[in-house]
């Protein structure tokens, strides 16, 4: 089984990646692609480097070709987890081409996931209201571009969304559910 994640940044996709690897998931992350690109031209790892290299590469290419680039590296037979999907054309993409694929969305209030970007201090997360609203903004659904970000339709199109507004226990009980009746 293959199954995509989708989210808000900061609403807890880590955790559940976590889990899912813990059960034997492998572990693929678009992010990766578009690093491993960023650096053979030289430009800098960030946020918005890799947002916009990805949108060059969707406008250039297919909206899936992220998902097409990665089913490459997959063994369709294999537990896999990819993380993360970004464009609704990327999981109809899988959806076409997978037998067992689902999409699972994680999402979480947004003052809760600021604070969870304060606390975590990644040096690529936005350090003040505003800029993680542009962020959020921008993930969410960009409306300049619609084979760009659109994580707001992806969480519309998914088979499962998890929210995380509670606490940490309470989003693993509800991973736990999911698996046991649906992947397990």
Not at 85 to 94: H, S, Y
Not at 104 to 119: P, Q, T
Request: glycine letters at 4%; proline letters at 2%.
């Amino acid at each position: 089984m293959i199954i995509g994640m989708t989210g808000s940044i900061a609403s807890g996709k880590e955790t559940l990646t976590k889990f899912l690897i813990k059960k034997g998931f492998k572990y693929y992350v678009v992010s990766e692609l578009l690093k491993e690109e960023l650096k053979k031209r030289n430009l800098e790892i960030t946020r918005e480097n890799m947002q916009n290299l990805g949108d060059e590469l969707r406008k250039k290419e297919g909206a899936a070709v992220l998902m097409k680039m990665l089913l490459e590296k997959i063994n369709p037979n294999e537990n896999s987890i990819i993380d993360s999907l970004r464009n609704p054309k990327e999981a109809e993409f899988l959806r076409e081409n997978l037998k067992k694929f689902i999409l699972i969305a994680v999402d979480a209030n947004r003052e809760i996931r600021f604070k969870r970007i304060l606390s975590r201090n990644r040096s690529s997360d936005p350090k003040t209201w505003e800029e993680f609203l542009k962020v959020d903004k921008r993930d969410h659904h960009d409306t300049k571009n619609p084979l760009g970000q659109q994580v707001e339709e992806c969480i519309k199109i998914s088979d499962f969304v998890l929210l995380n507004n509670g606490t940490l226990e309470e989003f693993e009980e509800k991973i736990k559910k999911v698996y046991e009746g649906v992947i397990k």
